[in-house]
C-alpha cells in the first residue's frame, strides 16, 4: 500500500514549451501533497505544498506563474512547469501525505526527470 | 536561518561492518524526523522515523538515535551489504514540511 506514482518519469523538451508532470496517489487519498526539485548530487527542496480544492502554497523563491500546480481530486496532482528553459532542467519528486494513518507521514514518487533543450 | 546538514558527504563502508551516518538539526520546534534512502535516478525511500518523544528506535538493521539536547540525529545500519550503497537523507517535519538535510553518499566496498 501506499503507493504514489508520477507520469511521465522522463520528458525531454524544448525551451519555450511547457511541461505537466502528474503526481497520483494510488491506493490513498491525500488532501495535502508536495512537490520538490532536486538537483544533482544535492538534496531535495520543497518548492511547493499543493491543496485539494484550494490554491498551492510556495516556498520563498519558487515563481507560482513559473510553476503551476493544481491538486484537482484526493488522489492527483499535477506540475506545470511553463515556457521551460535549460536552468528549469531538473528532476521533479512529489510526496503525498495521507488523509488517513500516522501525522506527518509523507510517500514519495519516483521523480520525473526533466531535460529542456 | 534553521537548517538540517549532515556532517559526512561521503562515506565509504566495508561490507558487514556497522554504517553511522549523522544528522544535525537546529529547528528546536521539530517533532518529527525520518531517513531516507535514495539510490540513483529514484525517489526517496522511507526507512525509519522518530518523534521527539523518544531518543531510539530500531528497525530491521537499522536504528535512529535522537538527542534533542544537542540536536543531533544518527542512522545506524548494521551488517551494511552492497544493495544499502545509496545516499541517505535525514529530514525534520514541523508543521507537516519536511526540510532534508544535504544527505550522504554510502558506498559499501567488497
Redesign the interface.
Known amino acids: 500500500g501506499a503507493v504514489v506514482s508520477q507520469h511521465p518519469s522522463r520528458v525531454i523538451c524544448k525551451s519555450g514549451t511547457s511541461v505537466k508532470i502528474e503526481c497520483r496517489s494510488l491506493d490513498f487519498q491525500a488532501t495535502t501533497m508536495f512537490w520538490y526539485r532536486q538537483f544533482p548530487k544535492k538534496s531535495l527542496m520543497l518548492m511547493a505544498t499543493s491543496n485539494e480544492g484550494s490554491k498551492a502554497t510556495y516556498e520563498q523563491g519558487v515563481e507560482k506563474d513559473k510553476f503551476l500546480i493544481n491538486h484537482a481530486s484526493l488522489t492527483l496532482s499535477t506540475l506545470t512547469v511553463t515556457s521551460a528553459h535549460p536552468e528549469d532542467s531538473s528532476f521533479y519528486i512529489c510526496s503525498a501525505s495521507p488523509d488517513r494513518g500516522v501525522p506527518d507521514t509523507q510517500y514519495f514518487g519516483p521523480g520525473t526527470r526533466l531535460t529542456v533543450l | 536561518g534553521e537548517s538540517v546538514g549532515l556532517h559526512l558527504p561521503t562515506l565509504s563502508v566495508q561490507e558487514g561492518d556497522n554504517s553511522i551516518i549523522n544528522c544535525a538539526y537546529s529547528n528546536s520546534a521539530s517533532d518529527?524526523f525520518i531517513w531516507?534512502k535514495q539510490e540513483s535516478?529514484?525517489?526517496?525511500?522511507?526507512i525509519i522515523d522518530i518523534r521527539s518523544n523518544m531518543d531510539k528506535r530500531q528497525g530491521q538493521r537499522v536504528t535512529v538515535l535522537l538527542n534533542k539536547t544537542v540536536k543531533h540525529l544518527s542512522l545506524q545500519i548494521a551488517a551494511t551489504q552492497p544493495g544499502d550503497s545509496a545516499v541517505y537523507?535525514c529530514a525534520e517535519?514541523s508543521w507537516?514540511?519536511?526540510?532534508?538535510?544535504?544527505?550522504t553518499q554510502v558506498v559499501v566496498t567488497p
Do not use: D
Open positions: 518529527y531516507y535516478g529514484k525517489g526517496p525511500q522511507f537523507f517535519a507537516g514540511k519536511f526540510q532534508f538535510g544535504a544527505g
